[in-house]
């Protein structure tokens, strides 16, 4: 009977440890979580910005080149 005292005492003991240590990874690894959205947020708000910048300058292109055709029809047209 001892024994089985001893023995759930020491289990107790190890879940005790083993949820402390839970608990401290969990908070580790939600740290990390906030760390990587906060990442992914920056990308994606670069990527947007990216994405505004070469559509001006492919349209800054197109307005060039229009200019530039148009500069090449005979006067009066």
């Known amino acids: 009977m001892w024994k089985t005292i001893v023995e759930l005492a020491k289990s107790l003991f190890n879940f005790g440890r083993t ?13 990390e979580v906030r760390q990587l959205s906060t990442a992914v947020q920056l990308c994606v ?8 910048t070469e559509a001006l ?7 060039q080149l ?3 055709l148009l500069k090449k029809l005979p006067p009066g047209k």
Not at 22 to 29: F, R
Not at 45 to 52: F, N, Y
């Open 45 to 52: 708000r670069e990527i947007e910005h990216l994405r505004k």
């Open 57 to 63: 300058e492919r349209e800054n292109i197109r307005l």
């Open 19 to 31: 949820l402390q240590q839970n608990k401290s990874d969990i908070k580790e690894l939600q740290r």
């Open 66 to 68: 229009e200019n530039e």
